[in-house]
């Protein structure tokens, strides 16, 4: 029987190779059914390509797994989710690694900002060789089973003050999830971090309580942030990730082939995923520059300053949480992200 490790170090495609006939064999002529909740809508790119993976895995088992959908928190928040796979309640959820951080502090590595290279082909080396197989590894013992990481966008800033310069974000104030490590990335920068509800984030630009905040580009334009915001910068500078989570008794239920098919077919998809989300994006961001507002995208020599300023101290603050483990992968991430060159 393979491991957990080794199944998600699987070649991408091996599935394509299992004949049906194999598959379907009377051995495995068991069903097995897993309800997989989320957060967004089944507008967006989690779900489209969830669904395309519900499709290619029921026909790639010859109809014995069966995946059910369950998008826009439908079966709770992302916290209730979470805790239902590990309770065997929920079989399946796809969650944002930064709703994780409190489940499994070394997920919040990916808070850090520029922590993927600008290229996709390099980002994806990074999150499907060591470096993310070691970050799936911490949730070994979390309860769970993560079998992948699947990209979901990079993060913006925006703000009612100048944004012309790096050196303009002192003194202003952002609005931030509750992380120590998003909180130093803008005291980096001189700027002062408030942790707010998501839900009060519009109310909070339009009144000043913050001046600016940092989301995906079709996040700012669906939760129209951009009508109360006059500057945006394309500084990419944080990355939104996903971790696919299944609960161990259900995945252990299943035989060696469907649980190998099941992870190539969610590694398989992450291009057409990478797509459907820049497209995404582009629709969004074309919404935003016609409203007015002031849009600046960022050379890549002052990405490379927003880093040198930014990294450092993130990762201190990370590091002060995750201990050995978040060490480790440190250790792990910057001798790959070297060896990519950055």
Do not use: C
Request: without cysteine.
């Amino acid at each position: 029987m393979l491991t957990p490790v080794k199944l998600r170090r699987g070649v991408v495609g091996a599935a394509l190779t299992l004949g049906l006939g194999v598959l379907s064999g009377a051995v495995f002529a068991q069903e097995y059914t897993a309800r997989i909740g989320h957060l967004e809508s089944d507008q967006q790119s989690r779900h489209v390509l969830l669904e395309k993976v519900a499709a290619l895995v029921n026909e790639r088992t010859g109809g014995a797994v069966e995946f059910q959908l369950f998008p826009q928190s439908q079966l709770g928040n992302q916290r209730q989710m979470t805790e239902g796979v590990q309770l065997g309640t929920l079989e399946a959820t796809v969650a944002p690694a930064a709703f994780l951080g409190g489940f499994n502090p070394a997920v919040s590595i990916l808070d850090i900002p520029y922590l993927l290279p600008d290229d996709e082909n390099d980002a994806q080396t990074l999150r499907a060789g060591a470096f993310g197989e070691a970050l799936l590894d911490t949730f070994d013992d979390k309860g769970v089973e993560a079998i992948a990481l699947w990209p979901n966008g990079r993060k913006h800033f925006t703000s009612n003050a100048p944004l012309a310069d790096i050196a303009d974000f002192a003194g202003q104030k952002f609005r931030v999830m509750d992380s120590k490590i998003l909180i130093e990335q803008f005291n980096a920068l001189g700027a002062s971090a408030i942790a707010l509800p998501f839900g009060e984030l519009y109310t909070s630009l339009q009144t000043g309580v913050v001046d600016g905040q940092e989301n995906p580009l079709d996040t700012i334009q669906r939760m129209k942030f951009y009508e109360v915001q006059d500057y945006l910068v394309l500084s990419a500078h944080g990355a939104m990730e996903d971790v696919v989570l299944f609960n161990p008794a259900w995945w252990n239920s299943l035989p060696e082939e469907y649980r190998t098919t099941i992870v190539d077919t969610f590694l398989e998809v992450i291009p057409e995923l990478r797509e459907h989300k820049a497209q995404s994006v582009e629709a969004a961001l074309d919404v935003i520059r016609e409203s007015g507002i002031d849009v600046r995208d960022v050379s890549d020599e002052e990405k490379a300053r927003f880093r040198e300023t930014m990294y450092g101290p993130a990762r201190d603050a990370y590091l002060d949480r995750a201990g050995d483990v978040g060490q480790s992968l440190i250790d792990i991430y910057e001798a790959e992200f070297e060896k990519l060159g950055g």
